[in-house]
């Protein structure tokens, strides 16, 4: 047996590699398992909001040339639809959202973990966790100090340490297109009301469009939300079945209250850290990683960690999962859409929503304030 003093993370994703990164750089040793092979992809609409981006250069784990190279394509207008009337198009002067490809983000991300010194072990799975000590797949056995479970929306460390991992009614769905096959304005599309709390995105990227169905929270089943996809298509003349759909759930009103506890931390989708209204999760994932980390090196500090958190990641997505009711629900849908429909201040908010420029209580009051 492998016995160490070290801070053990499992899962390579943004989550896990920025806690990695964190921890390798202050100085703490650190080991890195993900079952995947890198480079790895992750079903996602690769959506990165310039709060995200900006967590990654002033931490200084990446540059903004490093991001740069890793963007498709910078988006500042966004269009917002009621099924398929349009409601508005907004043009914003600053907070650009950028579309990355998750293979190539995800993989740089570990790699500046590891350069950092991080050990990284890739293709192994971690199989079961006692007490202090986890066993892979490999039948390697590892003794941790601190263990950080960044293993995504399905958390065999949350499920194993914490019980079940909560509601998981969230699921998205999506295709990439060539752009030449599309005829849609540039820009980020958000087509409401086909799918109830849910939405279905087309996001523009360098040669491909990512067009998607998800839901959070909803009694949608599966194959309603793939219907709803295919339906859209199928409207704009573009054939659902040459395309590969692929799948995967998004955590659903699943927060974990402490991100964990004791020696244990969860970190991204495995604490259930994504956003109910929008489905973002990348940028909390990166965030509750770097808390993470600070709390490790502080020798495990969860009471500031948490405080930290309530200001930022953990705080947005709470608040997220109360107001998304008032964009989704029967009784306030129709009020929301006529809202966005009439005033610029609302589709202004929306972005500073998905851009993560404005938290959704900042933005509800200067509603109120400013709609009258
Ligand atoms: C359809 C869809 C579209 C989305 N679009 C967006 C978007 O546009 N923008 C956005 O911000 N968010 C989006 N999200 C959410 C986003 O993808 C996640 O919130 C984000 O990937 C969370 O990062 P993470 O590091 O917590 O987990 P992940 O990225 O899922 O990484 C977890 C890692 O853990 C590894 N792992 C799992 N179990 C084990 C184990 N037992 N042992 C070892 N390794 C293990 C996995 O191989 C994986 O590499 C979308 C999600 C879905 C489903």
Same mark, same amino acid.
């Given at each position: 047996m492998q016995d160490l003093t070290l801070a053990l993370v499992v899962g390579g994703g943004p989550a896990g590699s920025s806690c990695a990164w964190k921890l390798a750089s202050a100085g703490v040793r650190c080991l890195l398992i993900d079952k995947a092979e890198f480079p790895r992809d992750k079903i996602c609409g690769g959506v990165l909001s310039s709060r995200a981006a900006? &967590?990654? $250069?002033? *931490?200084?784990? #990446? *540059?903004?040339?490093? &991001?740069?190279?890793? $963007?498709?394509?910078?988006?500042?207008?966004? *269009?917002?639809?009621?099924?398929?009337?349009? &409601?508005? $198009?907004?043009?914003?002067? /600053?907070?650009?959202?950028?579309? #990355?490809?998750?293979?190539?983000?995800? /993989?740089?991300?570990?790699?500046?973990?590891? *350069?950092?010194?991080t050990e990284v072990i890739t293709g192994e799975t971690v199989v079961s966790i006692d007490s202090s000590i986890i066993r892979t797949s490999s039948g390697r056995s590892i003794r941790y100090s601190f263990l950080v479970g960044a293993d995504g929306c399905n958390s065999f460390v949350r499920k194993t340490c914490f019980g079940r991992s909560g509601r998981k009614t969230g699921i998205g769905l999506e295709c990439f297109l060539p752009l030449s096959e599309v005829n849609m304005s540039d820009g980020l599309h958000i087509h409401f009301r086909y799918l109830p709390y849910g939405y279905i995105w087309a996001f523009p990227g360098r040669e491909k469009i990512c067009i998607g169905a998800g839901v959070v929270g909803s009694k949608v089943s599966p194959p309603d939300v793939a219907s709803a996809l295919k339906g859209f298509l199928e409207t704009r003349g573009i054939s659902a079945s040459k395309y590969v759909m692929k799948a995967a759930s998004i955590p659903s009103l699943s927060l974990h209250k402490s991100m964990g506890a004791g020696q244990i931390f969860l970190a991204g989708d495995a604490a259930g850290l994504v956003d109910q209204v929008s489905g973002e999760g990348i940028g909390h994932a990166i965030e509750s990683g770097f808390l993470i980390a600070d709390a490790i090196i502080s020798g495990g500090d969860r009471k500031t960690m948490l405080i930290r958190a309530n200001k930022g990641c953990f705080g947005t997505v709470r608040q997220s999962e109360f107001y998304r009711h008032l964009l989704f629900s029967r009784l306030t849908v129709r009020l929301a859409m006529r809202k966005l429909k009439e005033s610029e201040t609302f589709s202004r908010a929306y972005w500073n929503l998905i851009s993560g420029s404005q938290s959704y209580n900042n933005m509800f009051l200067r509603l109120l304030t400013r709609s009258g």
């Open positions: 900006e &967590l990654l $250069t002033n *931490s200084g784990m #990446i *540059s903004t040339a490093e &991001l740069d190279r890793l $963007t498709e394509k910078t988006h500042r207008t966004l *269009s917002l639809w009621n099924r398929d009337e349009l &409601l508005s $198009t907004y043009t914003s002067d /600053n907070h650009p959202i950028r579309i #990355i490809s998750r293979m190539g983000f995800d /993989n740089f991300l570990l790699e500046k973990a590891a *350069s950092s010194g």
